[in-house]
């Protein structure tokens, strides 16, 4: 199963890990709004786990932090099945990324600022058109 263009903020800050072959290891939840609760009157937010691997998780990692929007544009479901001393199974649940794209720039000194407010310099010519 695979989802496609999902937008949602970082619960907490990306646990980065590195393996030991080196590749970078991102695990985070987002908070997806999931529709309108008609009965509480309110939004439904979903908590989704993602995994990200390699330059895609040490990228997440460098430049998100708790709060801030990320937009997943595709990932795909994955379980694992965990085998405790004793006990019954443990089934971990979640989304491997495969592409995704950052939504608000993450500042040195903390702030996150919305694309909205990012300031790419003048890329139109003088008719106002882009030059491309």
């Known amino acids: 199963m695979k989802i496609y263009g999902k937008i949602g903020r970082l619960t907490k800050d990306v646990d980065l890990k590195m393996s ?3 590749t ?3 695990r985070f939840t987002l908070a997806i709004n999931s529709g309108w609760d008609k009965e509480k009157n309110q ?3 979903e908590f989704v786990p993602f995994t990200a691997f390699g330059k895609q998780a040490e990228a997440l990692a460098k430049y ?3 709060g801030q929007r990320v937009f997943i544009n595709e990932a795909r479901y994955q379980q694992r099945k965990l085998e405790n001393d004793g006990a019954s199974p443990t089934f971990y ?3 491997i990324v495969e592409k995704f794209e950052f ?4 500042e040195s000194a903390g702030d ?3 694309e909205s407010d990012l300031d790419f310099g003048d890329v139109c010519n ?5 030059p491309f």
């Not at 939504?103 to 993450?106: A, F, G, P, S, T």
């Not at 003088?126 to 882009?130: F, L, N």
């Open 126 to 130: 003088e008719h106002g058109d882009v």
């Open 24 to 26: 970078g290891i991102a």
């Open 93 to 95: 649940h979640t989304f």
């Open 103 to 106: 939504i608000e720039k993450r």
């Open 64 to 66: 998100t932090r708790k």
């Open 43 to 45: 939004e439904r937010t």
């Open 20 to 22: 030991a072959s080196g």
């Open 112 to 114: 996150v600022v919305p």
